[in-house]
């Protein structure tokens, strides 16, 4: 069976003329005819060349993989328990799911409590605002994406360095709006965003306290990249230190641009170099500037170079590592990169447990970890939780909680132009009666309530049902706390699933049994 999908797809708005009948290995048409007009991937290619490589509209899209990967969550299922109860008296009346405790912690040593065991990932675009803003209503940390200084027209520079970035002071504002005591906003940079000083900008002139390193490049670990159509901006950008191809300072180079001859500018991050001295040394260094947690955030690449990051996490006492497998949601990388390159998200956790494990058994601390990379529902979340135990302890959720954002805008605008969705009429017509949460923001934000944007209270009420639904899972395997969530929580269905994780089987956890037997 082949794993990949077809030459076809929405996320470069490319489709196969005949889709029934694909040629599986190469992802064509099985009769590719003379007069077709190309409208699958190859046809893309043909016409735009390059610009094929790439997602289409990124900046108003969010992809993920379509690809079958062999092992993913739905491979295992939830156990669950008749008898005892963890964390809760033995009480009928008390052990019931609404008891269950999610609160959790992020940070090491100047740690910030949370109301659940989410992070929602690094964006900086679609209806941010939103997503920021529903983060600190749920109470759970949210990252500023990398590069926002790119897009900011408002930035100011002195040589290269950040003096004024408005953008980010409006993403900072968002969170700290609605802010109660819970979770934290965190700005991501990249090695650009180092080259211009955006970490210490934020930390002195923002008050940011969480910061976080990436340690790739863009969403799936490429250089991130954009076509910049006017001369101007590509002289600005080149001015910045940012690499420009082909070089827009090169008179020929300009003169042949504003004959339409030649490539199109392109602005191309640069990939990281970091030694785990470096990290070392650069986290120290955020931390005597005043940053109170810093965290490291990197995708799924060789298993040799996720261990280097978690002995180097752990040597830093870094705050949190987040691994992203592959799988997940991603901004803007290519969509071949998105769909062939590195390990599905088990394969993943399954590896980081390995790991942590044997940095453990030395005596070394263990740095707090979260996992991402298709998590969207409370099944899945329970998952990765127990997959992970004892150390994995947060869950991004990252690609859901930005579409909770943007259908919560969505059906807010249509309300209040006096558009009611046709599915969710027989809800009411108003933003009070559809929004069904809003009278939880009430009884904590009072009147301000009706003014938290409806994007904001979608995030929020998604939240709330993650943290529900994972509530009454927890209390199916009659584990009140999430430090009871164990490996045995889930089991494995198929072969490759229990060979990738070691994880029991319903057989052996029979055979366990039996064996108590006298």
């Known amino acids: 069976m082949n794993l990949s999908p077809i030459l076809g797809s929405p996320t470069t708005n490319t489709r196969l003329r005949d889709s029934g009948h694909p040629a599986h290995v190469s992802g064509m048409c099985a009769v590719c005819t003379a007069d077709c007009l190309g409208p699958c991937e190859i046809g893309l290619s043909a016409v735009r060349g390059a610009e094929a490589i790439v997602p289409r509209s990124a900046d108003r899209n969010q992809f993920a993989s379509e690809k079958r990967y062999p092992i993913d969550f739905s491979h295992f299922n939830i156990n669950g328990r008749v008898f005892g109860v963890v964390g809760c008296p033995a009480d009928p009346a008390e052990a019931t799911f609404p008891n269950v405790a999610l609160s959790s912690s992020f940070g090491v040593t100047q740690t910030v409590a949370t109301a659940a065991p989410f992070i929602l990932p690094a964006i900086a675009k679609l209806a941010w605002e939103e997503y920021f803003a529903g983060a600190a209503l749920s109470g759970v940390p949210v990252v500023i994406g990398e590069d926002v200084v790119g897009k900011d027209p408002g930035l100011a520079v002195d040589g290269h360095r950040v003096t004024e970035a408005p953008l980010i002071a409006q993403m900072v504002a968002a969170f700290r709006r609605y802010e109660h005591g819970l979770g934290d906003i965190v700005l991501q940079a990249n090695v650009d965003d180092e080259h211009h000083g955006v970490l210490e900008y934020a930390i002195e002139k923002l008050g940011v306290r969480s ?25 600005r950008f080149k001015a910045l230190g940012y690499i420009v191809l082909p070089d827009p300072s090169d008179p020929a180079v300009a003169e042949a641009h504003t004959r339409g001859v030649g490539p199109v500018f392109e602005k191309i991050g640069k990939l990281p170099m970091w030694t785990p001295e470096d990290l070392v040394r650069r986290i120290d260094e955020l931390r005597s500037l005043g940053a109170e947690r810093v965290s490291l955030k990197t995708g799924p690449f060789d298993p040799g170079d996720i261990l280097t990051i978690l002995e180097v996490a752990s040597e830093a006492g870094a705050d949190l590592v987040t691994l992203d497998g592959a799988g997940g949601g991603t901004g803007h990388s290519p969509a071949k990169m998105m769909n062939e390159w590195g390990m599905p998200t088990v394969v993943l956790e399954a590896i980081v447990h390995r790991i942590l494990r044997r940095l453990e058994g030395t005596g070394r601390p263990r740095p707090p ?68 949460d809003l009278r939880l923001l009430k009884a904590e934000y009072g009147d ?71």
């Open 211 to 235: 910061v976080e390193l990436i340690l790739g490049q863009a969403a799936k670990g490429i250089q991130g990249m954009g076509p910049v159509p006017k001369l101007e901006d590509a002289l």
């Open 448 to 518: 301000e309530a009706s003014s938290i944007p409806t994007g904001a209270v979608g995030v929020y009420s998604y939240l709330h049902r993650v943290s529900v639904g994972l509530q009454q899972l927890m209390a199916l395997n009659r584990k009140f706390a999430l430090e009871h969530i164990g490996r045995d929580d889930i089991v494995p269905l198929t072969e490759a699933s229990a060979k990738a994780t070691g994880l029991a089987t319903y057989d052996d956890l029979l055979d366990r049994a039996l064996e108590a037997v006298p």
């Open 369 to 436: 970890v979260a996992i991402a990379g298709g998590f969207a529902t409370e099944d899945q979340v329970f998952k990765g939780l127990a997959l992970g135990s004892p150390y994995v302890r947060t869950v991004a959720l990252g690609r859901a909680a930005m579409a909770a954002a943007s259908v919560g805008r969505q059906v807010g605008e249509a309300l209040r132009n006096g558009s009611v969705p046709k599915d969710l009429a027989c809800y009411g017509s108003t933003v009070e009666e559809v929004f069904a």
